[in-house]
């Protein structure tokens, strides 16, 4: 049993940081690199492959010392060790947190109540191979003998955005000869979008949920069903060749129709939002093969080693988790802006808001050293870009720079930048999956880092659940032929009564 945690204002390292800040704060990013020509080499790390510049970071030594003393103060090292080592830590759920075991090699030993779960994770990613090796050679047909040409994943929350992010992230190595589609709203139009152009002879399903009792993804699926049914004229045989399912769940996924021989296990110690890695990936391995989905996995385990085994100072998702509880807890930043300057893994456009907002917003730049699909002077200048606006960000532009550029006195307000504002930039070499991987399971441990300093349980997720429950219980009184009795609280009440009654003019 792990010792209760002082509060972490009490502990001696929050204290004085608390202190500290006070100094930092009146410091800019410019006098820290004025008064040391190798800041930008020395804070600086490498891990796993991946290159992290964090000196343009509202930080001295002694700062990134009290950091990783607070680390330390917060049991850090016992909880990653805790984690690695298959214990419940996610303790309102009485759950491993496990994820780490799904990218671990053959030979690798984990235990959850004294049993090894390495070969189980195996099993399924021999099964999963096996599976999308006969849908993308063609030898898997469907009912009608024609060669599957659409995959459609039915899934919601982790048993959908990890698929949908992992699909576009790798699509250049996706085969283009198979059509991907990720359906997951209960609004019909996700549904009748998804399918419109497509012959259910050459379709096929990829049920995924977890508990295979999601409202969402059970409606979707049912919903789909009947629809390969009529396309393929009510033989319900059909739906053992068009319908595959990735669960937790053997009874329902057979009271469904699908064979569970045509079933990818999990595990309850794989959260949802953790699971792109587990069999929720069967999406993932049907576009990109086994080989490049492997290769994915390795990367995430080379970033599990690096967080696993790397000391504190030169721990990439140790040294991004505290910076961020640097911000939150003593500059009062409210978020994080991760900005990847990769197309595939898109780009928005708040960059504004970043530099002239009110509110501190630290940001993550990641970029890569070689394009995948090279041209011209395309690839420099969109480098140039990452690096000039960290640069901005950092030292902004003064009063004196914007008058000495003859700017009349009325405009110099308006074009003076404060800078100070931190980022870290993230280099890696390309996008392939193994970097993806990388990546992935760098913003994991970095949660794991924050949830650790900040005695939160990162895994469980009761509020969701919560929602699910009271839309069960609103089902009914939305369908009920006769007006229900209402016994929520009269704003719910009144839009249930309203909502019944636009129904009606339908
Ligand atoms: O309640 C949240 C959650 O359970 C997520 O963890 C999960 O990814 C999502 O809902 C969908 O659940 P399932 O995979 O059981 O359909």
Redesign the pocket.
């Known amino acids: 049993m792990r010792k209760k945690r002082t509060s972490l204002k009490r502990l001696p390292a929050w204290k004085a940081l608390a202190d500290h800040s006070k100094e930092i704060k009146k410091l800019h990013l410019r006098e820290l690199f004025a008064t040391d020509s190798t800041r930008g080499e020395k804070l600086a790390a490498e891990g796993a492959g991946l290159f992290l510049d964090y000196s343009k970071n509202r930080v001295t030594e002694t700062t990134l010392n009290l950091l990783q003393q607070l680390a330390e103060e917060c049991d850090l090292r016992a909880r990653i060790d805790a984690m690695f080592g298959g214990e419940k830590i996610n303790t309102t759920e009485k759950r491993a947190v496990l994820h780490v075991a799904l990218r671990a090699p053959k030979n690798a030993t984990i235990l959850v109540d004294g049993k090894n779960v390495v070969p189980a994770v195996h099993d399924v990613l021999d099964k999963m191979a096996t599976f999308s090796n006969r849908v993308r050679s063609g030898e898997w047909v469907g009912h009608t003998g024609k060669r599957i040409r659409n995959l459609i994943n039915i899934?919601?929350?982790?048993?959908?955005?990890g698929p949908v992010m992992a699909y576009e992230a790798l699509r250049y190595y996706t085969d283009r000869s198979l059509t991907f589609r990720f359906v997951s709203n209960i609004d019909g139009t996700d549904f009748v979008e998804a399918i419109r152009d497509l012959d259910p002879a050459e379709t096929l399903f990829i049920v995924?949920?977890?508990?295979?009792?999601?409202l969402?993804?059970?409606t979707n699926a049912q919903t789909a069903r009947d629809w390969l049914l009529k396309g393929l004229g009510g033989d319900k045989a059909a739906v053992a060749r068009h319908f595959v399912a990735v669960?937790?769940n053997a009874e329902k996924v057979s009271a469904f129709g699908i064979d569970t021989d045509n079933m990818f296990g999990f595990w309850d110690w794989v959260?949802?939002?953790y699971?792109m890695d587990s069999a929720?990936g069967l999406s993932t391995m049907l576009a990109i093969g086994p080989d490049h989905f492997q290769s994915m996995l390795d990367g995430f385990h080379q970033m599990d080693e690096h967080f696993h085994t790397t000391p504190f100072a030169q721990n990439l998702p140790v040294l991004l988790g505290l910076l961020t509880v640097w911000y939150t807890d003593f500059f009062d930043a409210q978020t994080v802006a991760v900005l990847p300057y990769e197309q595939y893994l898109k780009q928005h456009s708040f960059y504004q808001l970043i530099h002239q907002g009110t509110r501190l917003i630290p940001c993550d730049f990641i970029a890569f050293g070689q394009p995948l699909n090279p041209l011209g002077r395309h690839h420099d200048m969109l480098l140039a870009n990452v690096f000039a606006q960290t640069e901005a960000l950092a030292f902004g532009k003064t009063p004196e720079q914007v008058k000495a550029e003859g700017t009349p006195d009325w405009l110099i307000p308006h074009r003076v930048f404060e800078g100070n504002r931190p980022s870290n930039t993230i280099l890696a070499d390309q996008l392939t999956p193994e970097i993806l991987g990388k990546l992935v399971a760098l913003y994991e441990h970095i949660v794991f880092t924050q949830g650790a300093i900040w005695n939160i349980n990162s895994f469980d997720?009761w509020g969701?659940?919560l929602?699910?429950a009271l839309a069960q219980r609103i089902i009914p009184e939305l369908e009920a032929s006769l007006e229900p009795e209402l016994k929520h609280d009269s704003s719910t009440n009144n839009l249930i009564r309203r909502y019944r009654q636009m129904k009606l003019k339908s």
């Open positions: 899934g919601i929350g982790g048993s959908d955005l995924s949920s977890k508990t295979f009792t999601t969402e993804t059970m669960s937790t959260g949802g939002r699971s929720i997720q969701v659940e929602g699910k």
